[in-house]
């Protein structure tokens, strides 16, 4: 038995903020977010991340060709859901009508695709599920204080989903690595639900703005990406030769290019969409996946290797073949 990605699909709102539009805001140029982090423009929604999240499920399950009641499991890796509760899986598993699924949030920020699809094979592996949707979806720009040049600049809204199936293959999904250092969390953070209750002398009105040390997560990525995808590959007895793509989060043009070169890899198997859409977080995986998949870029046995880092700190590696 085999586990494989049998469809993909993912969804951008129409709404554009470019680089110029931002000139407008802040203290900043096109010149120099092209140059410092390869972002040309990024999308942003007013429907929220349920609303991204389903559109992305449904143009999945239509390209596996499943009905939404064969799925078992429903994993949405976010950490920008509309509520805090229901779960946004919940909320997908009543829009697209998969009634029986077992539905949960997964929160790893922009590794949460990364551990959610990790997690979602780990069920399927056990032999008590068979079919899962994997969802990455955030909505970045409403935690962005959009007075801050050093985050504004970087974010987007979007998602990203794909149906994954135990079968009769010669597909598999891991080996993988999830790691965490929670004492660095200080440098990538957003507070959440504010103090307010009668009972405090000490009360907060407002949701917190993201914060982020630029300089320290960009040190990070570089030095923990590539060892966790060396690891990787030692685990599955892969050399890094044989990868056809490095799939990784799409934070920051220059990052991507240093693990390549960290890797001693083509900078040319490291994809990007970042110019069109920014760093999405958890969607930023799933969308790349999806656009290369649905370009054909994917054969039979390719041999994948997908990656995630970010707020947590999180960051981690798993190999595929398609
Ligand atoms: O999912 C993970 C999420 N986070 C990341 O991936 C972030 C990783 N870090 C980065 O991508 C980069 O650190 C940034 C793009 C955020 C910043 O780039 P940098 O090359 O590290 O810039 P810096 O923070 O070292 O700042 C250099 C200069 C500073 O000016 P001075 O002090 O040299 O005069 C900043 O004030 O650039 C200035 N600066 C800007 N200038 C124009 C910072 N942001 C901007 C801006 N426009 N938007």
Redesign the pocket.
Known sequence: MGIRIIGTGSYVPDQILTNRD?ERM????DA??RE??GIGSRRITEAGTTDMAVKAAKRAAEQAGIFPEELDLIIVGTSTGDCLFPGTACEVQAAIGAGSAACFDLSA??SGFLFSLNTACVYLESGEYETALVIGADTLSKTVDWSD???????GDGAGAAVVRREESAGCIGPFIMKADGSRGEC?KCSAVPLRNPFLDKQEDAFGYMA???????R??VKTVPEVMEAVLEKAGVPAEEIQYFIL?Q??E??LSSVAKRMRQPVSKFPMNLERYG?T?GA?IPILLDELNRQGKFNRGDKIVLAG???GLTWGATFLRW
């Open positions: 931002l802040v203290e900043t140029s120099w977010i410092r982090t920020a922009c040049r050093g985050t504004c600049i970087l974010f990538l982020m040390n630029g300089q320290e997560v960009f990070f990525a989060h934070a920051n220059r990052i760093n977080s930023s880092f970010g707020a």
